[in-house]
């Protein structure tokens, strides 16, 4: 209002129709942009998840609910989830172990023995030796059955078998056996004279003539002494000896007090069975035997003894 120099005069028609078209360019543009669609969004299609063969399964196996009404106002309850089949996986086996200590009869152990163990169903061995201490260790087994050997020169081999389980320690006591004495004689029987022969033909008397051989023990080591002989007595021939050879087999036991006692045939003898009448010579032969008793750590024990008698006519 102060400034003199400016134009107060109302707009005129050219005025107007300038004014009009500005407002025209602005509100056209701004029209056309509120009425394009919006842009189309983008739709990523996600894959279907995985179906196990335990779901398939179950989607073939059970059947599929009934359709329901629309015009049914309950609302239906959010299905169950299906249970999925896991894999069970059974724990792995784990290795066992055989320990144990070898002992004489006497309690004492008995070092340097030979042990050996047999899988039964590879038929694999290992083979371990006991300690001092008599103790000895198969470690890192697989579970199964076992046959357990032990072995000791002068004593009788011991089998055992053995059960191993997953993780299990199997802890074995072995107690060997003194082995067994062994002797072999022949026995030669022949007529007493040649002038006696018509009668020896019609009365025989026979006599013996033995050739004993020495005792032959197992070799023994540590600390065992074997029995030996003080008196040998020969076993007598009998009237009824067949011609040829015939062998008799009989076992005992001589005791603490050098005695030999359970005297009876040896059990299992192969083919034809001698004359009752040889047995029982070899028997009354051995009760008259004596021997120095068998010694185990220094004291006295009892040993089996087998005998072998070749009678020959």
């Not at 107007?16 to 009425?35: C, N, T």
């Not at 969004?41 to 399964?57: F, K, S, Y």
């Not at 004993?212 to 070799?219: E, K, Q, S």
């Not at 032969?285 to 070749?310: C, D, H, S, Y």
Request: proline share 10%; net charge neutral.
């Amino acid at each position: 209002m102060l400034h003199r120099e400016k134009n107060r005069q109302p707009l005129t028609r050219l005025g107007w129709s300038a004014a009009a078209l500005v407002a025209l360019g602005v509100s056209l543009p701004l029209a056309a942009a509120g009425m394009a669609p919006a842009a189309s969004a983008v739709i990523v299609e996600e894959a279907p998840p995985e179906v196990t063969l335990a779901q398939q399964a179950m989607a073939v196996t059970t059947p599929a609910p009934a359709p329901r009404p629309a015009s049914d106002p309950t609302p239906r309850p959010a299905a169950a989830p299906r249970p999925v089949a896991v894999a069970t996986i059974a724990p792995a086996a784990q290795a066992g172990s055989v320990t144990g200590r070898v002992t004489d009869q006497s309690g004492g152990v008995l070092p340097g023995a030979t042990l050996t163990l047999t899988d039964q169903q590879t038929k694999s061995q290992q083979t371990a030796m006991a300690a001092s201490s008599g103790r000895f260790t198969f470690a890192n087994l697989p579970p199964g059955e076992y046959e357990l050997m032990a072995r000791l020169s002068g004593f009788k081999p011991v089998v055992s078998m053995v059960t191993v389980s997953s993780g299990n320690a199997v802890d074995q006591a072995i107690t060997l056996p003194i082995g067994s004495l062994s002797e072999t004689m022949s026995v030669q029987c022949t007529p007493t004279s040649i002038t006696s022969s018509i009668f020896g033909a019609m009365f025989p008397v026979l006599h013996a003539q033995d050739r004993p051989t020495p005792i032959r023990p197992i070799r023994v080591g540590g600390q065992i002494r074997e029995a030996k002989k003080t008196k040998h007595v020969a076993p007598a021939c009998a009237a009824d000896v067949p011609s040829g050879e015939t062998t008799v087999l009989v076992t005992g036991v001589i005791g603490v007090n050098g005695l030999v006692t359970e005297i009876e045939p040896a059990a299992g003898q192969s083919g034809a069975q001698p004359p009752a009448a040889l047995v029982e010579a070899v028997v009354a032969a051995m009760r008259e035997w004596t021997f120095t008793p068998t010694m185990l750590n220094g004291q006295p024990v009892e040993v089996e003894i087998k005998v072998t008698v070749n009678f020959s006519k």
